[in-house]
């Protein structure tokens, strides 16, 4: 058997660019994956799975809503559901294999199989034990269903199998307003589908932004999706082709059922760690079930080393990426480093909402003296012409030294334009540093600038 410098074990964001980056700084590499593509999670029924629906959901969406109004008269086209599952498929096919390639490119052995530590120093996989001198565990997560809920991917579905079900469902109902339900909820209701969203919180989006998430409901209410908040579901009862959902509304404790042909949980995700022998290898776990590790990545094993959603820290697809590159310059001596505090986040509906650093709730709540520039994209002539002019841009800057805290984007490209406040925020940027700095017009990145503007003496369009 080979002796590798680096196992990775998991080929996801995190584990296949730590594996990439350690062939890159001369370490000999192989990364385990039992899938059939590799890509984990994001590439074959996550991110990029998820993203190609979207877009073209939004299509049919924008066909039947904004085209007459340029002037583009006819037929709104029909769906054709089985193409549009080929499309996505293709999609994924394109970047399962990039994978591969970027393995091949870099001289990475794919050791094909679900792999295991059965001692420091050794990966299993299958029946063949691999020596190697570190081990980076990037074993991803699952989606996590609530006590009571039978999963069976058909009628009571995670995000995995609302990726490819066999009809569009007239109605659905959507358990959880995170991430996952706004996106695949917004998916199917641009498809036709009667969406329902049941969350537990007051609010939906947990954790954002207090202004961004009232805005985000309004706007996708008058899409069409709708809303019970503060409701805990308590079970979900399901036959072959339909399903009743029970919840109790928080507020007087009382019980309601609702009922769709599709039901989709969507309340979170844990980490996975199954079958990785952790336990017997004395590894520290948190109470959430993520692998402890200090501030290098290395877990208490020495040589074992844990990034992405199996650690602490945002489940985001770019967070494990991060560190992945950071845990194999690490690994190679170099000084891998990751900025937890400008790790931007994106829910990519329509409009897109996007966020970096910290939200004015947590600025209050700091006792922080901040100041807050807030620009409407009404004010925005490009936003105006492609109908994207719902949404704000608001930046967060410290009131006596104006350096950037925080940003929050509603609105066309967001995910984008997050981008630029984050690289701001990097160097230390002051508001007035972004504001002074010229933006093209016509963009949508002028959006940006006037919040900045806004921090200071004004924007101008406002
Ligand atoms: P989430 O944590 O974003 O949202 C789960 C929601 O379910 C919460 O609002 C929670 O209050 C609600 N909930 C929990 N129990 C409930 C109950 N009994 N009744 C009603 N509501 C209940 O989790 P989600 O959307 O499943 O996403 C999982 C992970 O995947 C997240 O960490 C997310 O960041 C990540 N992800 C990121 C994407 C992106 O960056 N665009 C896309 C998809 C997933």
Same mark, same amino acid.
């Given at each position: ?8 074990? &998991? ?175 917004? /998916? ?114 020495? &040589? ?25 310059? /690490? ?132």
């Amino acid at each position: 058997m080979a002796q590798y410098d680096v196992i990775v074990i &998991g080929s996801g964001p995190g584990g296949y660019v730590a594996a990439i980056r350690c062939a890159q700084l001369g370490l000999k590499t192989a990364c385990v994956e039992g899938r059939e593509t590799l890509g984990g999670t994001c590439l074959n029924v996550g991110c990029i799975p998820s993203k190609a629906l979207l877009h073209a959901s939004h299509q049919l969406y924008e066909a039947e809503h904004n085209f007459a109004k340029m002037g583009l008269k006819g037929k709104s086209p029909s769906v054709d559901w089985k193409q549009m599952l080929a499309y996505k498929d293709d999609v994924i096919g394109q970047n399962t294999k990039g994978i591969e390639f970027l393995f091949k490119k870099n001289k990475i052995d794919w050791l094909k199989g679900w792999g295991s530590i059965p001692e420091a120093g050794k990966v299993k996989v299958g029946d063949a034990v691999h020596d190697a001198k570190n081990i980076i565990v990037a074993s991803g997560s699952e989606a996590s269903s609530l006590p009571g809920i039978e999963i069976d991917e058909k009628v009571v579905v995670t995000s995995t199998g609302a990726l490819t079900l066999p009809k569009i469902p007239k109605k659905m109902i959507v358990i959880g307003a995170g991430v996952i339900g706004l996106e695949l909820g917004s /998916v199917y209701s641009r498809l036709g589908t009667e969406v329902e969203v049941i969350e537990f919180l007051d609010a939906i989006t947990p954790g954002m932004d207090g202004e961004v998430q009232k805005t985000f409901q309004k706007l996708l209410q008058k899409q069409g999706l709708k809303f019970t908040l503060g409701a805990a579901v308590q079970g979900v009862d399901a036959s072959k082709s339909k399903a009743k959902v029970t919840y109790k509304l928080r507020k007087d404790d009382s019980e309601h059922t609702m009922d769709a042909d599709v039901v989709l949980v969507a309340t979170g995700r844990r980490p996975y760690t199954d079958g990785l022998g952790l336990d017997a290898l004395g590894i520290e776990m948190s109470q959430r079930g993520q692998i402890k590790t200090n501030a290098h990545w290395q877990t208490n094993v020495k &040589g074992i080393y844990a990034i992405g959603d199996c650690i602490d820290g945002p489940m985001l697809a770019h967070k494990a990426e991060d560190e992945g590159m950071a845990c194999a310059e /690490v690994i190679a001596g170099k000084a891998g480093h990751v900025n937890y505090g400008v790790i931007p986040g994106v829910i990519y509906t329509h409009p897109e909402v996007a966020n970096v650093g910290q939200t004015e709730e947590q600025l209050k709540e700091a006792g922080r003296n901040y100041k807050v520039g807030k620009f409407s994209f009404m004010g925005n002539g490009r936003a105006k012409a492609n109908f994207a002019a719902d949404g704000f841009v608001k930046i967060l800057a410290d009131k006596d030294t104006d350096r950037i805290l925080g940003a929050h984007i509603i609105g066309p490209m967001a995910g984008d334009l997050i981008h630029e406040i984050c690289v701001a925020m990097e160097f230390g940027a002051s508001a007035e540093d972004l504001a002074l700095t010229c933006h093209a017009h016509p963009t949508y990145s002028e959006a940006v600038r006037e919040a900045a503007l806004a921090c200071g003496d004004g924007a101008i369009h406002m």
